[in-house]
C-alpha cells in the first residue's frame, strides 16, 4: 500500500484556509473545490461528503448508535477527525473513527443522545492527500 506524506504547512492548507468565512456556503463550496483541484499536485477528485445517517439537518426519533458520512473517495482515518458536539458544546461521540467500504464510509459510534440539537463537525483527509471540511447539524426527537 502507498505510503502518504502529509504535510499540515503545505500552501493548499493556507489557500483553504483564506476562503472568506463570511461567504455565503454554497460559494465557498465552490471556492474550496475550485483552489484544491487548482492545487492538486495529481489531479484526483477529493473527497466530498454525499450522504450522511443521520442525515444532514434531519430530525431523528430516539438516540442514533452511531453517525455514518459516506465520502466521494476513500479517507485516510489517521488524517481524518469527526467530532459531534450537543447544543453545550460538549463531546458527544466516543472519538473512535472506523472507515467502510474501502475507507468511503466513516463511522462513529455516539453516546446515548438525549433530545436536543446536534452539531457534527468534519475533516477528512482523501487518500490522494487533499483535505476537505465541513459542518452540519441534525435533532434527535424524543
Ligand atoms: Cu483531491
Given at each position: 500500500m502507498?505510503r502518504?506524506?502529509i504535510?499540515?504547512?503545505?500552501?493548499?492548507?493556507?489557500?483553504?484556509?483564506?476562503?472568506?468565512?463570511?461567504a455565503a456556503?454554497?460559494?465557498?463550496?465552490?471556492?474550496?473545490?475550485?483552489?484544491?483541484?487548482?492545487t492538486?499536485?495529481?489531479?484526483v477528485a477529493?473527497?466530498?461528503?454525499e450522504r450522511?445517517?443521520p442525515?444532514?439537518?434531519?430530525?431523528?426519533?430516539g438516540?442514533?448508535?452511531?453517525?455514518t458520512?459516506?465520502?466521494?473517495?476513500a479517507?485516510?482515518?489517521?488524517?481524518?477527525?469527526?467530532?459531534?458536539?450537543?447544543?453545550?458544546?460538549?463531546r458527544?461521540?466516543?472519538?473512535?473513527?472506523?472507515?467502510?467500504q474501502?475507507?468511503?464510509v466513516?463511522r462513529?459510534?455516539l453516546?446515548l443522545?438525549?433530545?436536543?440539537v446536534?452539531?457534527?463537525?468534519?475533516?477528512?483527509?482523501s487518500?490522494?492527500?487533499?483535505r476537505t471540511?465541513?459542518?452540519?447539524s441534525?435533532?434527535?426527537?424524543?
Open positions: 502507498t502518504w506524506h504535510d499540515p504547512a503545505t500552501p493548499r492548507h493556507a489557500l483553504v484556509a483564506a476562503v472568506p468565512r463570511h456556503p454554497c460559494l465557498r463550496a465552490a471556492l474550496l473545490v475550485a483552489l484544491v483541484c487548482m492538486a499536485p495529481a489531479a477529493h473527497a466530498v461528503l450522511a445517517a442525515a444532514v439537518g434531519s430530525d431523528v426519533k438516540s442514533p448508535p452511531e453517525l458520512l459516506t465520502y466521494s473517495e479517507i485516510e482515518p489517521a488524517f481524518s477527525r469527526v467530532m459531534v458536539t450537543d447544543a453545550s458544546g460538549r458527544v461521540d466516543k472519538d473512535s473513527l472506523t472507515t467502510q474501502a475507507g468511503h466513516v462513529v459510534p453516546q443522545l438525549p433530545p436536543g446536534y452539531a457534527v463537525e468534519w475533516h477528512v483527509t487518500v490522494d492527500t487533499h471540511q465541513g459542518r452540519f441534525f435533532t434527535v426527537m424524543p
